[in-house]
């Protein structure tokens, strides 16, 4: 590692409560499964030196319903996800995404919470949760609140999780119909995504997209557009004006407006 250990302050929590307090105290860069901040540690590019590590709070690992809402811990690891019977049975999406998240060291080390904390608009798990509506629960010392992941993220990179608070879980509701998810990268394993889908169906058309946009793109237009009956070529052009890639070293904005469209005419075929 290009930073000295020696320079890093870390402190590590074993209950949730002790953790918060931690936080409460002063402000400290929780370490999960620390798959992301290693890379940065590495790069030199890392910012804080003081971490809270929170990867013993096996509270943050339950995965199970809450009367017909999946309730995903925080600290559940891709891993759990993909041998969870319950994920399976209601959210397979999910399972398809996770075991496409780097390799097998990633998935039996990387979380949901770091996930989606990173904030990464390339984050595999993001449009799953997107198309799903789902909520991040945020907990401090004092209060918990509940975000919709549509507006957890506020810009490239940024988020309104507060320093004193930790992603504590994700709550999933029921979303009825057939689901699918399909990531676009270099290669099929150990790759970061050039774009991502996810969607949803049935009833009420859902679709998310990861890597087109600053942050995960709810295609709510283009979900109108298909709820009303356009066909699929009148869609992707709604498509087209609601996303906005851009140009970057995996690839070119071209590209993944292309990429997107194909991936929308599969899905709904
Ligand atoms: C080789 C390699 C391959 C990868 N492949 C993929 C891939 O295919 N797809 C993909 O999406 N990602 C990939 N990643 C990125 C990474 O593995 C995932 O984003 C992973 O889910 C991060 O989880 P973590 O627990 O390791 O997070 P950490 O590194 O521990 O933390 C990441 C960020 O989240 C914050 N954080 C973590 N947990 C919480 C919490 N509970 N509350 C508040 N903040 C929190 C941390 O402070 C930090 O800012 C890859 C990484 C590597 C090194």
Not at 4 to 15: F, I
Not at 118 to 147: I, K, T, Y
Request: hydrophobic letters at 45%; aromatic letters at 6%; glycine letters at 8%.
């Amino acid at each position: 590692m290009k930073t000295a250990v020696q320079e890093l302050d870390l402190r590590s929590a074993g209950s949730l409560d002790e953790a918060l307090r931690i936080l409460r105290e002063e402000p400290r860069m929780p370490l999960a499964g620390t798959t992301d901040v290693y890379v940065s540690l590495n790069f030199g590019t890392l910012e804080p030196r003081r971490f809270l590590d929170i990867w013993a709070l096996d509270e943050l690992r339950t995965i199970s319903l809450d009367g017909d809402t999946l309730v995903l811990g925080a600290l559940a690891t891709y891993t759990a996800l993909i041998q969870s019977p319950l994920v399976a049975a209601r959210l397979p999406m999910l399972i398809d995404a996770a075991r496409l998240v780097g390799g097998v060291q990633i998935q039996n080390r990387g979380t949901l919470g770091g996930n989606i904390a990173n904030a990464s608009p390339a984050g595999d798990s993001l449009p799953v949760f997107a198309a799903m509506d789902a909520q991040v629960v945020l907990r401090s010392v004092d209060a918990e609140r509940l975000v919709p992941i549509t507006r957890f993220y506020t810009g490239y990179r940024t988020t309104v999780l507060r320093p004193d608070e930790l992603i504590v879980a994700i709550r999933v509701p029921p979303v009825g119909g057939r689901q699918y998810f399909r990531k676009v990268g270099t290669r099929a394993a150990l790759a970061i995504s050039k774009i991502v889908i996810a969607g949803v169906r049935g009833p009420e058309p859902r679709v998310a997209f990861g890597s087109v946009a600053p942050t995960v793109v709810r295609a709510w237009k283009t979900e109108s557009a298909l709820a009303a009956g356009a066909g699929i070529d009148e869609a992707v052009r709604v498509l087209q004006g609601e996303i906005a890639p851009i140009d970057d070293l995996r690839s070119s904005a071209a590209y993944r407006h292309r990429v997107a469209a194909n991936l929308l005419r599969r899905f709904w075929s």
